[in-house]
């Protein structure tokens, strides 16, 4: 995991069908060793701009063992996985991605249906409350702004 590529999505890709290669033959119990850091790093891919990546990534919550896992650490993984699935439905720029993620949501919804809606409403507001601030900090510019050519006319005259 250490090793993982950071800029380049083609050996990302690569990783990915490595770490696919991994959880064939690796025991559920030394997978819970390790799925923290790769439930991040999957949150991490299916945000990434590159199609590629994020659809390698998103295959992930198809697999049978990763649906175990999740369902068995549930609790554990959605704070780590529900914001990029749950953005990326709505906001990437691939239409593929957008299904494949929205599917990913309904596997989490199907697991544990409060969780999903508590998450869901968390996210919200915080989004809400990024909006406000995005709001309040544009008007803030925009003052500024006016200020600034409101004293630069009355230096000129």
Known sequence: MRYWPKVNSMKEVIFLTEMEEILDVVETAD???FMIPFFQKLAACVSSPHFQV???ALYFY???DIVYVLSDHIETLMPIIFPSLYKYSKEHWNRTIHGLAYNALQLLM???PALFDEYAEKYKDEEQIKKKSMDHHNSVWKQLEQKTKAGSLSTKE
Do not use: Q, V
């Open 31 to 33: 997978f819970e060793s």
């Open 54 to 56: 994020a659809e390698r």
């Open 62 to 64: 198809k697999y049978e």
């Open 110 to 112: 199907s697991i544990n």
